[in-house]
C-alpha cells in the first residue's frame, strides 16, 4: 500500500528477554475484589499472596468497542486491529486479575523457548508459564518474570475500560481499551494492542512475531505504586522479558507526561512518545550483540512526496544494549540534491535527510539508512524506504456575478489551466458542494476546486462568485378609499417587501410624489418603479385606486327632558347639518320614528344613521336623552317594633320605589332624621316629603309611615323548697304579670332542662347535687321577648351516704384494736354499734377485739345531714389468728381415711404457700405452692408410694397482715 509520512517504529531484529515469571507459592484462599482493594490502598498485600483476585461476576453481556481505528502513527500505518464480534473479554472488570489460562493453536517463541499456551494479565502484559498480579513494574532483564509487556502498569478496569482477545490458527490479538489506573480513576485513560504469531502471519509481516501499537497514551502510575495523578513513582516498563536475566529487549521505562525519550536505558520516558507509535519486532533469534534498532516515521511502506515540497527524513536507530554507540549513514543516488542535514552517533543515533524532489524525478526512488553498532562483533541494520514522486494539476482562478434569478451553472468551466476533472468543490463556510451554482440559494464567495495528480499532490483552484439581488417593487395592489379619508402613501400599501427609492407615475403618466389624497386625487393605476443593477433589470409595482363619495349624519348631542315634557322632534335636537335620508335607532336597536315622548319613551342613546357605499363608512351620529324623573316618596309603610329594639331605618318601611334625600317630619311636626330610636320615639305617623330635581324642581310628593312601639315585659318566678338533698323536688311558680304573657314561657331549669314551656306552676326533680341557676324567657303578645336569670336559684346537697373504713384491716394477732372512720363530709349526725360491744356518736371510734382468736365482726353506722336525710351501713371486720396444725403420720393404702398428708393452715396468705418433702438421703420427693395440695406418698404425687419410714417436711407460710414469712420444719412416718 502507499501512505503518508507517519510515525512507526519497526524491530526486526531479535532481542533477549528476561524471565518474569513469579512462582506460584504464597496464599492459596483468593481475595474479594474489594477485600483485595482495602488490603492494596492501605500498603497491607501479604508478600506470600499471588491470587487469585475474584472479580464480581458481569451483570450483563458485554460487547467489544465499535468505530475503532488508528495506532501507529496518525496517518500512516494503522497497526491497530478493532476488537469485533469475534474478541472475547478476557476476564470482567478487576485489578490486578488475569485471564483463565489461554491455549495457542501456534508455538510462540520466546528466545529459542516455545510456549503454547499463555496468561493475559489486567497490568498490561502477557506471561507464559504463570499469571502476574504484580502491579509495579520492574526493568529488564529481571529473573523473577517470563511476559511480552507492551505497557506494564498498574492498570484498573473498574472504574473504565476493557481488555479483549481473539486466537487465529497463527496469532494472538490483545487490545487494552481505554483503560484506567489504580485505584479505579479514569480521568487519564491508555489504549495500547499486542500481537504475538508465530512468525507466518503477514498481519505484523513475515519473519516478524511480536508487534505492540498504541493510540492515545494518558497516565503511566498508580497510586499504589507512589503515582499521583497517574504520573511518578514507579515507572511503567515496554518490552519482552525471557527470565534467565540474559534474553530480553526494553524500548523504555514511562512516568511523566510529554514526549521526552532518550533511549531504551536512558533517563524515565515521557508517555506521549508512545502515542500512535508502531513496534514490531522478531524474538526467535538471540544472540550476544542485536543490531540497532531503527525507528522514525516512514517504516510502513511507500512514502508519496511532490515535485517542488521540501521533504525532511528524521530516523533513529536505538542501541539495545546499554553500553553501546551506533552511528548512522544515508544515501538517495536516484535525488540529485539529497543532503545530510544533522548525524549525531549515541546510544541513539539521530539523522536528518533533505531533498526537493524535481519534475524530472516523478516515479519511485530509495532512500536508505544504515546503522552500525560498536559491539563485539559490530552489526548494521539497513533500511530502505521507497518514495514516490507525483506532481499537482494546474488550474487558475475563475469568477463571475450573476442576478439571483439567473439559472444554476457549473463552476468548473469557470476554471483556467488544465483543471482535472472529479474532483471536489468546497463553498465559502467551508462545507462540501457539487459544484452546480444555485443563483439565490448558494452563498457568494470562494468556491475552491481541489484534486490530485495520483490522489497525493494536490492543487485548488477558486471561483469566486458575486451575486447581484434582483430589485423588489413589491407585488401589485387594490384600495379603495373614501373622498372622507386622510391622505396615505401608496408604497405602505405595495404587498411584499419594497425597496424605497423608486419613482411613481400617476394614472395619468405624470410624475407622481406617491402620497394620495382622496379629497383630490383621480381613480386609476399608480406605478412604483425601481431601477436594477446590472445585470438584473428594471422592475415594477401597481396599485390600483378607486375613490367614493362620503354622506352627512350631523354631530353628537344631549338633552334632558322632564318626564311630563312635550313631544321633541329628534332630528331638531342633532348638532351640524345632518342629511334627512337617514334612520333612527332606540336604545336597544331598535327602528325608532322622528318624535320622542318623555312619559313614555326610555331614555339613553338614539342613533341617527346614514348609509353609504363602500368603502366610505355608513355615518352615525348619537342624540343622548335623560328623562329627570317626577319626584317619589313611594307608598305609606307600618312598624311596629319592641322598646328593646335596635336602631331602626323608616326609609326601607316606605313602599314602591322612593326616592332618596327626601325630609321627615315626626307625630308632632318636628324635623326627624328617619332614624328611630324605640326606647325613646313616640307611635304615630311619620312623613316623608321628597322634591324634583332638574326640569322637574318645582314638584312634589309625600307618603307616612305609622309607628308603634310596645314595652317590654317584666318576669317575675318563685321556687319552693330552694334548697335540699337529693333528689330534690322543687315547685316553680311563674308569678309575671298576665298582660306581658304571651305564645311562650320558656324555662332553663340549670341541670340541662332547657326551653320547657310552661307560663304557669310545675315540679321539677333535681337528681345531682349542685348550685342551680334557673331563668324564664318570656315572649309578650306583641312579639317582646325578656330573660330573667335568678343565680343560685336552688340548692341541692347530695344524700348523706354511711360509708366508713378501718384500719388495720384485718386486725392481725397483737394488733386487734381497730379505728372506724365515716367518710362522707356532709353528715352531721353519726350512730356507730360495733358487733353490740360498743357505740358511739362521734365521726370516729376505736375499739380492742380479744387477741387470742380469729373472728369476724358486724359493725354498723347510721348517719344523718342537716336537713334530715338518713343513711345506714353495716360492714364485716376482721380479725386474723393464724392456726396451723400438722399430723406427724399417715397411711397412704386407698382405704379414704387419712390417705394423704396434708397440714391444716389458717390465717395465710394462700400465693406465699409452699409445701417440700425430703427423703432421709435429702433428696425432695415432693413440692407444692397449692394450699389444697397434700402429699399421697408418691414420688411427686405420681407412681407407687415411696417405700414406709421417716420423711423430712419443710412448710413456708406468711401470716395475712404480715410481710414476713414463716418457714417451719418437721418429721412425717409414711405407714403402709
Known amino acids: 500500500m502507499k501512505v503518508l509520512i507517519s510515525r512507526v517504529i519497526v524491530l526486526a531484529n531479535a532481542l533477549v528477554l528476561v524471565n518474569l515469571c513469579m512462582a506460584q507459592v504464597g496464599l492459596q484462599q483468593g481475595l474479594s475484589a474489594a477485600q483485595y482493594h482495602e488490603l492494596k490502598l492501605n500498603g497491607a498485600i501479604p508478600s506470600n499472596f499471588h491470587g487469585p483476585i475474584i472479580s464480581e461476576p458481569l451483570s450483563g453481556p458485554v460487547f467489544p468497542p465499535q468505530g475503532m481505528r488508528g495506532g501507529g502513527s496518525t496517518n500512516t500505518c494503522d497497526c491497530w486491529i478493532p476488537p469485533d464480534g469475534s474478541y472475547t473479554l478476557a476476564m470482567p472488570p478487576n485489578d490486578d486479575g488475569s485471564s483463565a489460562l489461554i491455549t495457542l493453536p501456534f508455538s510462540f517463541d520466546l528466545y529459542g523457548q516455545f510456549f503454547t499456551d499463555c496468561y493475559i494479565n489486567n497490568n498490561g502484559n502477557v506471561s507464559f508459564n504463570n499469571s502476574y498480579f504484580t502491579f509495579s513494574s520492574d526493568p529488564f532483564p529481571s529473573t523473577d518474570y517470563v511476559m511480552v509487556a507492551p505497557f506494564w502498569g498498574d492498570v484498573d478496569t473498574q472504574g473504565a475500560g476493557q481488555v479483549w482477545y481473539k486466537v487465529t490458527p497463527t496469532a494472538l490479538y490483545v487490545n487494552w481499551v481505554g483503560v484506567g489506573y489504580f485505584a479505579s480513576q479514569t480521568d487519564k485513560l491508555n489504549t495500547f494492542q499486542l500481537i504475538i504469531t508465530d512468525g507466518t502471519d503477514p498481519v505484523i509481516g513475515i519473519g516478524k512475531n511480536v508487534s505492540f501499537c498504541y493510540q492515545d497514551m494518558q497516565w503511566t502510575t498508580g497510586s499504589a505504586s507512589d503515582g499521583v495523578n ?12 525471557l527470565g534467565n536475566g540474559v534474553d530480553y529487549i526494553q524500548f523504555g521505562r514511562f512516568d511523566q507526561p510529554g514526549g521526552a525519550y532518550d533511549g531504551p536505558f536512558g533517563s524515565n520516558d515521557g508517555i506521549d512518545w508512545l502515542d500512535n507509535q508502531s513496534l514490531a519486532f522478531n524474538t526467535s533469534v538471540f544472540t550476544n550483540n542485536i543490531p540497532p534498532i531503527g525507528s522514525g516515521e516512514y517504516l510502513c511502506d511507500t512514502i508519496v512526496v511532490c515535485a517542488g515540497e521540501l521533504v525532511t527524513l528524521d530516523f533513529q536507530f536505538l542501541s539495545p544494549e546499554a553500553d553501546q554507540i551506533t552511528t548512522a549513514t544515508a544515501s538517495a543516488p536516484d535525488f540529485s540534491n539529497f543532503t545530510i542535514t544533522s548525524n549525531t552517533p549515541g546510544q541513539t543515533a539521530n539523522i536528518t535527510g533533505e531533498f526537493t524532489p524535481l519534475p524530472g524525478e516523478v516515479g519511485f526512488h530509495t532512500v536508505t539508512f544504515e546503522a552500525t553498532d560498536n559491539g563485539a562483533p559490530p552489526l548494521t541494520s539497513t533500511y530502505n524506504i521507497v518514495v514516490e514522486v507525483q506532481v499537482a494539476a494546474i488550474m487558475e482562478p475563475g469568477d463571475t456575478t450573476v442576478c439571483e434569478t439567473a439559472t444554476p451553472f457549473a463552476m468548473y468551466d469557470l476554471l483556467g489551466g488544465s483543471p482535472l476533472t472529479g474532483g471536489d468543490w468546497t463553498d465559502p463556510n467551508g462545507d462540501v458542494h457539487n459544484g452546480t451554482f444555485e443563483p439565490g440559494e448558494d452563498p457568494d464567495g470562494e468556491y475552491v476546486y481541489a484534486v490530485g495528480s495520483g490522489g497525493n499532490c494536490p492543487n485548488t483552484g477558486v471561483v469566486t462568485v458575486t451575486t447581484v439581488a434582483l430589485a423588489n417593487a413589491g407585488n401589485n395592489a387594490v384600495s379603495a378609499y373614501c373622498s372622507s379619508a386622510p391622505t396615505v402613501s401608496l408604497f405602505d400599501v405595495l404587498n411584499g417587501a419594497p425597496q424605497i427609492g423608486g419613482a411613481w407615475t400617476a394614472p395619468s403618466g405624470l410624475v407622481f410624489g406617491g402620497t394620495l389624497d382622496p379629497a383630490t386625487d383621480a381613480d386609476g393605476d399608480y406605478t412604483y418603479t425601481l431601477t436594477g443593477t446590472s445585470p438584473c ?77 363602500l368603502p366610505c363608512p355608513t355615518e352615525s351620529s348619537v342624540l343622548t336623552i335623560a328623562v329627570d324623573p317626577l319626584p317619589n316618596a313611594g307608598t305609606d309603610g307600618q312598624l311596629s317594633l319592641c322598646a328593646d329594639a335596635n336602631e331602626a331605618q323608616l326609609f326601607p318601611e316606605l313602599g314602591g320605589n322612593p326616592n332618596s334625600g327626601g325630609e321627615w317630619i315626626d307625630p308632632q311636626g318636628n324635623e326627624n332624621t328617619g332614624t328611630l330610636a324605640p326606647a325613646l320615639e313616640i307611635s304615630g305617623n311619620y312623613q316623608y316629603v321628597v322634591v324634583g330635581t332638574g326640569t322637574c324642581q318645582n314638584l312634589t310628593d309625600t307618603a307616612f309611615v305609622q309607628v308603634d312601639v310596645y314595652p317590654m315585659p317584666i318576669i317575675t318566678f318563685t321556687a319552693d323548697p330552694d334548697s335540699g338533698c337529693t333528689p330534690l323536688t322543687v315547685t316553680f311558680t311563674n308569678t309575671t304579670d298576665p298582660q306581658f304573657i304571651g305564645t311562650s314561657c320558656l324555662w332553663d331549669l ?20 349542685d348550685w ?30 354511711a360509708e366508713f373504713t378501718w384500719t388495720p384491716d384485718p386486725g392481725t394477732e397483737g394488733n386487734t384494736t381497730l379505728l372506724f372512720s365515716a367518710l362522707d363530709p356532709y353528715a352531721s349526725a353519726f350512730s356507730w354499734d360495733i358487733a353490740g360491744l ?45 392456726a396451723v396444725y400438722i399430723p406427724n403420720a399417715f397411711t397412704p393404702d386407698g382405704n379414704g381415711v387419712n390417705d394423704e398428708f396434708l397440714p391444716s393452715i389458717n390465717g395465710t396468705v394462700a400465693e406465699d404457700h409452699e409445701l417440700m418433702i425430703f427423703d432421709r438421703w435429702g433428696q425432695m420427693v415432693f413440692h407444692s405452692t397449692d394450699l389444697e395440695e397434700g402429699w399421697n406418698g408418691g414420688l411427686n404425687n405420681a407412681g407407687e408410694v415411696l417405700p414406709s419410714g421417716l420423711y423430712n417436711w419443710r412448710l413456708v407460710e406468711r401470716p395475712v397482715g404480715s410481710a414476713d414469712k414463716v418457714d417451719r420444719f418437721g418429721h412425717i412416718t409414711l405407714l403402709k
Open 750 to 769: 340549670g341541670d340541662g332542662t332547657s326551653d320547657l314551656n310552661e307560663c304557669g306552676s310545675f315540679e321539677h326533680i333535681y337528681e345531682e347535687a
Open 838 to 882: 360498743a357505740t358511739s356518736d362521734q365521726r370516729q371510734i376505736a375499739h380492742t377485739f380479744e387477741n387470742a382468736l380469729s373472728g369476724s365482726y358486724e359493725i354498723c353506722l347510721n348517719v344523718a345531714d342537716r336537713y334530715g336525710c338518713v343513711d345506714t351501713l353495716c360492714q364485716t371486720a376482721e380479725v386474723v389468728i393464724p
Open 772 to 801: 342551680y341557676n334557673v331563668s324564664l324567657r318570656i315572649t309578650s303578645p306583641q312579639g317582646c321577648e325578656s330573660r330573667y336569670t335568678k343565680e343560685g336559684a336552688v340548692l341541692a346537697d347530695p344524700a348523706p351516704t
Open 230 to 241: 497517574g504520573f511518578g513513582g514507579t515507572p511503567a516498563t515496554v518490552g519482552a522479558n
Open 537 to 613: 433589470p428594471n422592475v415594477s409595482a401597481v396599485v390600483t385606486v378607486s375613490i367614493e363619495q362620503a354622506v352627512d349624519a350631523g354631530e353628537d348631542s344631549s338633552i334632558t327632558l322632564c318626564k311630563d315634557a312635550d313631544p321633541l322632534v329628534l332630528l331638531s335636537a342633532l348638532n351640524g347639518t345632518p342629511e334627512n335620508t337617514g334612520t333612527w335607532a332606540a336604545p336597544g336597536g331598535a327602528a325608532f320614528g322622528n318624535s320622542f315622548t318623555a312619559a313614555t319613551h326610555a331614555p339613553g342613546n338614539y342613533t341617527y344613521t346614514v348609509a353609504a357605499v
